[in-house]
């Protein structure tokens, strides 16, 4: 077993209906967290303990940005991120009309309360409420070359904003965390070779609506994403519709999967055949410990049989019977000696 370091921390990436809606290179901390509840089952003499259940799983993750992105609210609230809104303006005008205000923009009802806004003369404090019929505003008391300072509520067209309904409910992203890997022997991340990364794959993320935007005055604001886990049923290679909640993935940079195998075996090693008729072989690469043995690509494999009258094996693993007797079909893999296989071959002429 290798030994690496897990260290500082990656990127983020997460997709909604298939489109990436998020990526993130600028997190501060990001964190999973894993837990089952055990119950234990007794009985008979002494209530000795029978086995112990598992129940109420769990698998979170926090994320936490150092920059603002209007996407985070938007999934915290499960709300679709509009373009065009408004805003109050303010402009410095002098007054070309007595007792009228004319503004360079174009006012919009505010609130419902109509086209208001507000005027103060330019060196004074006292603001004026003021309603524009089209871009003017009637005043009273306002001499022609009087400089005022006008504030109205404009429409800004390169704005965008969300909508937070009472009722909302967070989004659910296929979400990929990415965190580098670095080689063991340093605990300087910074000096350390990095080797690859670690890769967090949850199929279904479920935001936490909750959390806090706190801004202050000698800081900046971060943008937490927490959320759970959503169970996941993997029904391609499995009749018993089992689930996950996710896939951690160590991928190591030029690495040769095989460089850690123990040894390759072929699945069926003892094959019958009848004149003419073929099989294919598949071999299977064996790591010990706690790996699951891996199907190899017969194209990345060298097949020979030691006696081509009686079976021959082709480039691509595939066998086929030509006279009764017994050939021994040997399997190397390209670069690792000591990576060998065999497959006894017993060819009939009749059934």
């Not at 983020?12 to 600028?26: C, D, I, M, P, W």
């Not at 409910?169 to 340093?186: I, N, Q």
């Not at 021994?328 to 296989?341: E, F, K, Q, R």
Request: with cysteine.
């Amino acid at each position: 077993m290798k030994n690496y370091i897990l260290g500082t921390v990656g990127y983020a990436e997460g997709f909604l209906n298939g489109q990436r809606v998020l990526k993130s290179k600028t997190l501060l901390n990001n964190s999973i967290s894993f837990a089952v509840s055990p119950t234990e089952v007794r009985g008979g003499e002494g209530n000795a303990l029978i086995g112990t259940m598992f129940f109420d799983s769990t698998f979170n993750m926090s994320l936490e940005d150092a920059t603002f992105a209007l996407e985070y609210l938007a999934l915290k609230t499960g709300s679709a991120i509009s373009t065009g809104s408004s805003d109050w303006k303010t402009e410095t005008i002098t007054t070309s009309v007595a007792n009228e205000i004319t503004v360079t923009g174009t006012p919009v009802d505010f609130g419902g309360f109509g086209k208001v806004g507000f005027y103060r003369v330019a060196g004074t404090d006292d603001e004026i409420q003021i309603e524009f019929n089209g871009q003017t505003a009637d005043v009273q008391g306002l001499a022609v070359g009087t400089k005022v300072c006008v504030t109205y509520n404009v429409n800004i067209a390169n704005a965008r904003e969300i909508k937070i309904a009472s009722n909302f409910v967070p989004s659910e992203l296929y979400l990929l965390v990415h965190t580098p890997l670095f080689k063991a022997g340093s605990t300087d991340t910074a000096s350390s070779q990095k080797v690859g990364e670690v890769v967090i794959e949850i199929p279904r993320f479920l935001i936490d609506p909750s959390g806090d935007l706190s801004l202050t005055s000698n800081g900046v604001a971060s943008v937490a994403l927490n959320g759970s886990a959503q169970v996941t049923f993997d029904n391609t290679g499995s009749c018993d519709n089992s689930s996950y909640y996710g896939r951690i993935k160590e991928i190591i940079a030029n690495a040769d999967i095989l460089d850690s195998a123990t040894n390759i075996v072929v699945s069926d090693s003892d094959i019958d055949l009848l004149v003419d008729e073929t099989q294919a072989l598949e071999v299977m690469a064996l790591f010990g410990g706690l790996t699951l043995p891996a199907k190899l690509d017969n194209t990345d494999l060298t097949f020979v049989s030691d006696s081509t009258t009686i079976a021959t094996v082709d480039a691509n693993g595939v066998v086929e019977g030509k006279s009764a007797g017994t050939a021994i079909i040997d399997v190397t893999v390209a670069g690792h000696a000591n990576l060998v296989a065999k497959a006894v071959v017993t060819v009939s002429t009749a059934p």
